[in-house]
């Protein structure tokens, strides 16, 4: 399984399939206090070299979804069901010796904090040539070589001197284009950035974003872009996943989802981008309450305790995810936003003087 | 990140059967070492010819044997142990009188008396505690030419007093370290700060404030140094500078027992060994507890 | 290196008062110490004996002297009943004996302890990880004379298998060399085995959280490799805490063990100088020892600031 190939060979697998297949996708944590259902129940298909937004609010599992399709949760003490397929093959119960042969080269991963996520007694350059060496058997000078050309096109300047320093003596931003480097060396078909920028001032933000979008479009790269920021997905992905608790409550292509959002907590979400036009201190709505406990989660829809249009129906009946207007724009709602039920569910609740249901169950 | 787990929360939160042993262990040998006088043994001197290197479990009478004179193991360790206790306690109250007092003033009052109070420590940590101790009792307990020409021979309660002295000064400097860096960190807190804001007096603060928040880990610290003076003692009597052969310790049982040893009869010197290693594993054991119930760092600057 | 710097300027201070006090371990002695030493003299060999310890003289001209004679190789004499002879003729046949008794200890220890902790460290929860666990917790808690006595028993007395005492030079004789030394050195490095292992683990599983070493893992590393070249290095800093921590353990561990064994190291010397009342020997040995270990730590300072990359360049 474990694949010999030039970091320059992509997309010449024959499956023509899509590149990566996941289907109810279940990830529990045993606990002390109970099982933590912290991804319960995702699907969505990843075509070759497109981008999939998962945006949802800390806590809600992106991390846990993505470490679970790549297979780098711990076996102890979780429990996943479901199907993950990529390129057509069952990866979702595969041991670590058989994703030993995905990882690097098929799949890679680009990590939150860049502080952390080097190995900081290791100089950059053999944290790249590291895994050249392990995956492509090419010869030292070659894999140094290489090296060095990535350190150059994810733009770090000097980069031959670069290669020998270790990652204190890196800012946070260029420390996140050496983590990039480090996981496009052996080039995976399939990149998670899981929240790539939060660690990193805003203007850096956005040269990290634009250097993964292009190094996507050169490689024809797929992506899987975590992030709680709509704003950071808005012009990126080729399709967003809006999470809540573990499970995707609406999923649209990008235009889709922007021109017509479905489900409360994706306009909740929308509504708290920041916006550069606004002037800095305008008001940034932030959506109240928190997200619920995964150990017990409530019955009905998972948000309903915080959403200003919820029924009492939404407390009882889970909503499944149904396909809205367009192909491909599913969301999980009983008073889909923007629709007739939707207006008629806010007019009520507004008129009750209520904001959510919770506020409702309480006085 | 969020998504870490924590592996081991301390899974020592309640006694568990190894803490129960090591209690009942500990309460056993300490009543043992507080009572002998007045429980119904043997004096360590009284020889039984029957007795004589018998090992254990054989001769009727003698549970644990008897020595090269004949004397019933069983004694001989109840003193031993009275003993070596007597120095362990001794040698620990010595140390947290010097260190503990050292440690808080250092640690409490900071600046120049900090300075000069660590560099005091570091410099009885330079040398080994146990070469030191052993120089310390070498010199300090040994036999002499009095000014009449004559050998002068330090006597017993001498030779123990030095022991506990010696001991305790090297432990001083240990105690005081963990003190200090303890003392440092509760000093900062607000409820000491307030207190020195309305104008406490110092050794108010630290008599009602500080002490009580350092002593969770100074007592940790104490079971733990009980082990490891009991240990010391012993390596003492292997260099010929612990307590004389008629005042039995753990340690020069031991080191009596040696000769035997070599010639197969094992039991002289395993009895106070496992001993020992008994009273050493319970005291760690207990000195784990107390540290993780108190969330006790050792190393907290 | 400024942080080495100052390192240094402590270590002089240390060395200073260690010798100071050291020098004047004979005036702690009860009685008169000329007297003392040469128990078997008389007046006329004691007046000499006298002057030649410099008691005589202020405590002062009596420290410099020494750290004269120190620094020059002069550890002073050891006086017999046969005459005076310099006690660093003792010395030097003993110091090569607990060198190698530590080094060869060090060596039991790196050996045993980092595989050990790197794999309970992996294993963290399981039967092995505990079962590991338990034996280190009651290697600590083994005095090492205790377990050299268990070893001489079984493994010498019993099994006749290793020699109990004695020491063969490495010139003489290497096999039997090794095998002098083998039951001493193991025993001296049963409890230090535990203490690396059980810091080295604890450390071990704190790294193995950090996200660099699932970053690691995201590239394809192998377990093997992951454990030995991410996990290991970071927590080499604690190991060489521990081994700065250990040293002090160490040399009072050797000393007894050489008593144990009757091996002519400076743990015997030490004992034969007490209790012939040799004070000059045994503050000469005292003081070897004492500036072995200050020696020996900043060593261990030094690979600190080498092993850490932050530390060396920072
Ligand atoms: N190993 C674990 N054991 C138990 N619970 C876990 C574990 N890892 C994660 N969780 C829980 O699963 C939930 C989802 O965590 P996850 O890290 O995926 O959130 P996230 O969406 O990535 O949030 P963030 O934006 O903070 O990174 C959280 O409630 C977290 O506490
Ligand atoms: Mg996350």
Do not use: C
């Given at each position: 399984m474990r694949s010999k190939k030039?970091?320059?060979?992509?997309?010449?697998?024959?499956?023509?399939?899509?590149?990566l297949e996941v289907n109810d996708v279940a990830t529990h944590f045993k606990t002390p206090r109970g099982?933590?259902?912290?991804?319960d129940g995702v699907s969505f298909t990843l075509e070759r070299g497109k981008t999939l937004g998962i945006v949802g609010e800390s806590g809600c599992g992106k991390s846990v979804l993505s470490k679970s399709i790549m297979g780098l949760?711990?076996?102890?003490n979780v429990v996943r069901s479901g199907s993950i397929r990529y390129n057509g093959e069952?990866?979702?119960?595969?041991k670590a010796s058989e994703m030993a042969g995905i990882w690097g080269t098929e799949m890679s991963m680009v990590f939150q904090d860049p502080m952390t996520a080097?190995?900081?007694?290791?100089?950059v350059g053999k944290q790249i040539t590291e895994s050249l060496r392990y995956h492509?058997?090419?010869s030292k000078s070659f894999a140094n070589e290489t090296a060095t050309e990535l350190l150059r096109s994810v733009g770090i300047p000097e980069p031959a001197r670069r290669?020998?320093?270790?990652?204190?003596?890196?800012?946070g931003g260029m420390r996140q284009r050496v983590m990039l480097a480090v996981a496009l060396a052996c080039g995976p078909k399939i990149l998670f950035?899981?929240?790539?920028?939060?660690?990193?001032d805003v203007t850096i933000q956005a040269q990290i974003l634009d250097l993964l979008d292009e190094q996507q479009r050169e490689r024809f790269m797929a992506m899987i872009l975590v992030t709680h920021d709509l704003g950071v997905v808005?012009?990126?992905?080729d399709e967003i996943a809006v999470m809540y608790a573990g499970k995707i409550v609406e999923k649209a292509p990008t235009r889709a989802l922007f021109s017509s959002m479905r489900h409360p907590y994706t306009e909740a979400l929308f509504k708290s981008i920041p916006k550069l036009?606004?002037?800095?201190h305008s008001h940034l709505e932030s959506i109240p309450g928190r997200p619920p406990d995964l150990v017990d989660p409530p019955a009905g829809c998972r948000f309903a305790a915080r959403c200003?249009?919820?029924?009492?129906?939404c407390t009882e009946v889970e909503p499944p995810l149904i396909q809205q207007d367009e192909l491909a724009h599913v969301a999980a709602c009983?008073?889909?936003?923007?629709t007739e039920a939707g207006n008629e569910a806010l007019a009520r609740n507004k008129a009750a003087g209520v904001v959510a249901a919770d506020s409702k169950v309480g006085g | 990140m969020a998504d870490k787990v924590k592996v081991e929360k301390a899974a020592t939160k309640k006694l568990g059967i190894a803490g129960v042993l090591s209690l009942a262990w500990m309460t056993f040998v300490s009543l043992v070492a507080f009572l002998a006088p007045w429980?119904?043994?043997?004096?360590?001197a009284t020889s039984h010819l029957e007795a004589l290197k018998v090992g254990p479990f054989?001769?009727?009478?003698f549970p644990l044997g008897g020595d090269q004179?004949?004397?019933d193991m069983v004694d001989k360790l109840v003193w031993g142990i009275r003993n070596s206790m007597m120095v362990a306690l001794g040698a620990i109250a010595l140390g947290f009188l010097l260190g503990g007092t050292a440690g808080l003033i250092a640690g409490y009052f900071k600046g120049k008396v900090d300075t000069v109070i660590t560099g005091a420590m570091s410099m009885l940590l330079a040398i080994p505690q146990l070469v030191l101790a052993i120089a310390l009792v070498a010199v300090l307990a040994s036999p002499y030419i009095g000014s009449d020409g004559m050998n002068q021979f330090p006597s017993n309660g001498r030779k123990m007093i030095v022991l506990i002295f010696a001991l305790g000064v090297v432990t001083a400097p240990v105690v005081g370290r963990i003190t200090r860096a303890n003392t440092l960190v509760w000093s900062q807190r607000d409820f000491v700060l307030a207190a020195k804001a309305q104008g406490a007096k110092n050794f108010r603060i630290i008599f009602r404030e500080v002490l009580p928040n350092v002593a969770p880990a100074m007592f940790s610290i104490a079971l733990l140094g009980i082990a490891v003076i009991m240990v010391a003692e012993a390596g003492i009597s292997f260099a010929g500078?612990?307590?004389?052969?008629?005042?039995?310790?753990l340690g020069n049982i031991i080191v009596g027992g040696q000769s035997l040893l070599l010639l197969g009869t094992p039991h002289i010197v395993f009895e106070p060994v496992i001993v020992i290693f008994l009273t050493v594993t319970s005291l760690n054991f207990l000195g784990d507890i107390v540290r993780a119930r108190f969330d006790v760092r050792e190393a907290a600057v | 290196m400024r942080a080495l710097a100052r390192r240094l300027l402590v270590l002089v201070v240390v060395v200073f008062f260690v010798s100071l006090f050291t020098s004047l371990?004979?005036?702690?002695?009860?009685?008169?110490p000329a007297a003392s030493v040469a128990g078997f003299a008389s007046e006329e060999q004691i007046a000499v004996i006298r002057h030649d310890l410099g008691l005589d003289q202020n405590v002062f001209v009596r420290f410099g002297n020494w750290t004269k004679d120190f620094a020059s190789g002069d550890f002073g004499n050891y006086y017999s009943v046969t005459g005076s002879r310099p006690v660093w003729d003792q010395l030097k046949p003993a110091l090569p004996v607990s060198m190698f008794m530590m080094v060869y200890a060090m060596i039991i220890t790196l050996v045993i302890a980092i595989p050990l902790g790197v794999l309970s460290a992996y294993k963290a929860g399981s039967v092995l990880d505990r079962v590991i666990n338990a034996l280190a917790f009651g290697a600590i808690s083994l005095p090492n004379f205790a377990f050299g006595l268990i070893l001489i028993y079984?493994?010498?007395?019993?099994?006749?298998?290793?020699?109990?005492g004695g020491y063969v030079s490495p010139s003489e004789n290497l096999g039997e060399h090794f095998r002098s030394l083998a039951l001493p050195s193991i025993s001296l490095a049963a409890g230090q085995v535990a203490s690396y292992m059980r810091l080295l683990r604890s450390d071990m599983i704190q790294t193995l959280q950090e996200d660099f070493i699932l970053m690691a893992k995201a590239k394809g590393m192998s377990a093997r490799r992951i454990l030995w070249?991410?996990?290991?290095k970071p927590s080499s800093l604690t190991l060489l805490t521990v081994a700065g921590l250990n040293i002090g353990a160490l040399i009072g561990g050797a000393v007894v063990l050489e008593i144990v064994f009757t091996l002519p190291g400076m743990g015997r010397l030490i004992v034969e100088a007490i209790s012939a009342k040799q004070y000059v020997a045994l503050q000469s040995s005292v003081a070897l020892i004492a500036f072995f270990y200050v020696g020996v730590n900043l060593i261990v300072d030094v690979f600190y600031q080498i092993v850490d990359p932050r530390v060396r360049n920072g």
């Open positions: 030039t970091t320059r060979d992509f997309g010449t697998d024959s499956y023509a399939g899509p590149l099982l933590v259902r912290a991804v949760l711990p076996p102890r069952e990866i979702g119960s595969a080097l190995n900081p007694v290791m100089k492509l058997d090419v290669v020998s320093q270790y990652p204190f003596e890196f800012s950035a899981d929240e790539p920028t939060t660690a990193l808005a012009g990126r992905a036009a606004l002037p800095s200003p249009y919820a029924q009492p129906i009983h008073f889909p936003v923007g | 429980l119904p043994f043997d004096d360590y054989i001769a009727p009478g004179r004949g004397v500078a612990g307590l004389p052969a008629d005042v039995p310790s | 371990l004979i005036d702690l002695t009860p009685g008169d079984w493994v010498g007395v019993k099994g006749r298998w290793l020699p109990v070249m991410h996990a290991l």
